[in-house]
């Protein structure tokens, strides 16, 4: 089995007489293309892109994370900080989709929290760059309803996909030519398509759904949403994935990150009817 060791940043704070000494934290590489620790449970990472989809194991160690991302240093440790609203304990998926930028030393790691009941309890997403100074840029600070948030994702998007499934599955890796479509007709209804060309065997898949737009909120007729965020992001769920389960049909998460008008990633993690993680699929598409 392999193992690989990643150093973890150093506190910025300091205190008097005491060295801090780097922590590294030991992964074990299972597959070609997953990664799977103690802390969490299996890891689809592309070093390439720098992306990752994971899931995490358990509450507690959403919890850590999260009160460190809102928190930072200024924990305090109560139980119950004010300011920071915690997801349910007994969460039935938290899946944490990461994008790093194109353009800037800076990534976007996105959270979908579902609770026991298999309804979105919480969407969350921490923007990080490296370095002292973060420089976010106004469309991420401001969080004022916007009603055109879906206006930059319409239109044709060309590209590709990489899709890494996890060892149930067999472990493969498949790539695919992409074409996506975003359009509102006359009538208000928004239409997609999609159509994906593999690389190996020309296989061309189609898939067209359509939905409506509601403020922030998009409901797709095939039971699923998009939350439309601030800075050019979008979070996709199903409505309800107790029902998808029930229904015996799988169900995936999306996060896309439109970081300029014209290029666009996206992450897209797939679930089978048991909770299992099938795969993870990163697309990089330009607006034609």
């Not at 994935?241 to 990150?257: D, G, N, P, R, Y």
């Not at 439109?258 to 990163?282: I, M, N």
């Amino acid at each position: 089995m392999l193992r690989l060791y990643i150093k973890q940043p150093l506190s910025s704070t300091s205190v008097s007489g005491y060295h801090d000494e780097p922590e590294w934290v030991e992964y074990k590489i299972k597959e070609s293309n997953m990664f799977t620790v103690d802390k969490y449970q299996q890891i689809g990472f592309f070093p390439n892109e720098r992306a990752f989809a994971l899931r995490y194991q358990t509450a507690g160690m959403l919890e850590t994370i999260l009160r460190w991302g809102l928190l930072g240093e200024d924990d305090t440790g109560e139980e119950s900080p004010r300011n920071l609203r915690l997801p349910s304990r007994q969460p039935s998926i938290v899946c944490e989709n990461c994008l790093y930028s194109l353009d800037k030393d800076m990534r976007a790691r996105a959270f979908h929290i579902m609770d026991p009941k298999g309804i979105l309890d919480m969407l969350l997403v921490f923007i990080e760059e490296r370095g002292n100074i973060i420089d976010i840029a106004p469309s991420l600070a401001s969080f004022e309803q916007d009603v055109n948030r879906i206006l930059p994702f319409l239109g044709q998007w060309r590209g590709y996909s990489i899709t890494k499934r996890s060892g149930v599955y067999g472990a493969t890796i498949a790539k695919h030519d992409t074409i996506a479509s975003l359009e509102i007709d006359e009538n208000g209804q928004l239409l997609q398509d999609v159509t994906s060309t593999s690389e190996v065997g020309n296989i061309t898949t189609n898939i067209q759904w359509t939905g409506r737009v509601s403020g922030n909120l998009v409901s797709f007729d095939k039971g699923f949403q998009l939350t439309l965020l601030p800075g050019g992001m979008y979070m996709g769920c199903p409505s309800n994935v107790a029902k998808s389960v029930a229904e015996s049909k799988s169900f995936h998460l999306e996060f896309c990150w439109l970081e300029s008008p014209h290029k666009r990633q996206r992450l897209v993690r797939t679930y089978d009817v048991e909770g299992l993680a099938v795969s993870s699929t990163y697309f990089l598409e330009t607006k034609e």
